[in-house]
Each structure stands twice: as structure tokens, then as C-alpha cells.
């Protein structure tokens, strides 16, 4: 399978636990996302890579979140001291650089679904 | 900062009819994408169809159009022959024309409207 995968599924934690996220994008993509969508809305920004750099960050992203892409390839999400709110589903998505058409695209992960207890 | 708005939260619509899913938009840009997304339930979202706003032709992908009114900020999603595959939670969404290499392009998404296509 080459599209995006993202591991775990599904992840229940009790609140004030901290949990971690990983995403795996297509391979030749260099840009990578983080969004979260709760029940019943649509996905919203959360962070942004181009290859190992973190150039992009949404006012979403608390100072309890932290995201990496350490070596430009996977990318793993964390968040310490999980609160009630943080129940969501978290997406990732990448898509290649450059300009043409065809480079414009996300392509979306299966998402991690997190409840907190 | 842009905006999406989907009015209709659940559509419904007989196999092999057509149904219209309604997008509107809120910016300042002159230069944008759009685009529907369809997020089947428990499965990864995927994209529908994609719209340049400087292409006064409006997009189309085998079943599946797109009403694009620029100056209204209009994007509907036209589905024909609908099939029972078609049912999902479909989203719009906006993208900025990019501004420099690396700007994120991230996508605005509207709430959804959950489609039911009925036997």
C-alpha cells in the first residue's frame, strides 16, 4: 500500500495522559499535515512540514501539542496532559512539491481517533 | 481569513438520481483552489473534484460536476446517477494560490453535508 498510513487507529487514554501519533506519508512527498476534525466537523489545520521543517503552525496547536518530522520522512504528533477537548479525530495528509496541477493534491490518511476519558 | 460554509448538514437522494450539495465562500483572494472531498464513514477522505478559480470552465469527473460562480462564491457539487458507493460525509474546501515555496496551502474545510442515497 502506498498511500498514507497512520498508526494507531483508534487510541483511548484517561485524561492527563500523553499520547503520541505517527504518520507515515507517500514516499516521495516532502510536505506533510496535521489536521483535527471533531464529530460532525470538518477537518482544521494544525501544522504544517516541508521535509524535516516545521513551517507552519495553526493557534489550535496548543503549547501541550508538539509535532516532528525528524528526518524529513514519517512524522509523529504528541500531546501531553490530554484534556476532554483533545477528543478528536487526528488526519494527516501529504503531497509532492513543485507546481504543476497535479502537485496540488492531499492525500489523506485513515486517521487516529482519540478519546479521552 | 477565508471561510467555507455547507448549509445543508444531510442530503438525501433515490439511486440513480441527481442531487445537488451546496459550498458557499467567504475571500479576499483573487487566486484559489476549491474542492470536494468525500470521507466515506471509517474510511479515509479522498478527492472528488478540484476547481482552478482562474478556469471560467467548470470541472467535471465522469459522474461528478461542479456549479463554480465566482462572483457569488458559489461551488455546488452535482452528483448524477447517484450510487449507493456515494454515500458519505462530502466536504468542501478552499486553498490559497500558493505565495512562496514554502507556504503550507493548507485546506479550509466547511462542516460537511452527510449524503444518504436511498435503495
Known amino acids: 500500500d502506498t498511500g498514507v498510513s497512520q498508526d494507531p487507529r483508534h487510541k483511548i487514554t484517561k485524561r492527563g495522559q500523553n499520547v503520541t501519533f505517527r504518520c507515515d506519508p507517500i514516499?516521495?512527498?516532502?510536505?506533510l499535515y496535521w489536521y483535527r476534525q471533531t464529530l460532525g466537523q470538518g477537518p482544521e489545520f494544525l501544522t504544517y512540514?516541508?521535509?524535516?521543517?516545521?513551517?507552519?503552525k495553526s493557534r489550535l496547536l496548543s503549547d501541550r501539542f508538539s509535532a516532528e518530522r525528524p528526518k524529513g520522512s514519517f512524522s509523529t504528533l504528541e500531546i501531553q496532559r490530554t484534556e476532554q477537548g483533545d477528543s478528536a479525530m487526528y488526519l494527516c495528509?501529504?503531497?509532492?512539491?513543485?507546481?504543476?496541477?497535479?502537485?496540488?493534491?492531499?492525500?489523506f490518511g485513515p486517521g487516529t481517533r482519540l478519546t479521552v476519558l | 481569513a477565508q471561510t467555507v460554509t455547507q448549509s445543508q448538514p444531510e442530503m438525501s437522494v433515490q439511486e440513480a438520481e441527481t442531487v445537488t450539495l451546496s459550498c458557499t465562500y467567504d475571500?479576499?483572494?483573487?487566486?484559489?483552489?476549491l474542492f470536494w472531498y468525500k470521507q466515506p464513514p471509517s474510511r479515509q477522505m479522498i478527492l472528488v473534484i478540484r476547481?482552478?478559480?482562474?478556469?471560467?470552465q467548470n470541472a467535471t469527473e465522469n459522474r461528478f460536476s461542479v456549479n463554480f460562480q465566482k462572483a457569488a462564491k458559489s461551488f455546488s457539487l452535482k452528483i448524477s446517477d447517484s450510487q449507493l458507493g456515494d454515500a458519505a460525509m462530502y466536504f468542501c474546501?478552499?486553498?490559497?494560490?500558493?505565495?512562496?515555496?514554502?507556504?503550507?496551502?493548507?485546506?479550509?474545510f466547511g462542516s460537511g453535508t452527510q449524503l444518504t442515497v436511498l435503495p
Open positions: 474546501a478552499y486553498r490559497s494560490q500558493e505565495i512562496s515555496s514554502g507556504s503550507a496551502r493548507q485546506l479550509t
Open positions: 512540514f516541508q521535509n524535516e521543517a516545521q513551517l507552519e
Open positions: 514516499s516521495e512527498h516532502n510536505r
Open positions: 476547481q482552478e478559480a482562474y478556469k471560467q
Open positions: 495528509a501529504s503531497r509532492a512539491g513543485g507546481r504543476a496541477v497535479f502537485d496540488n493534491e492531499q492525500f
Open positions: 475571500t479576499s483572494e483573487s487566486d484559489y483552489y
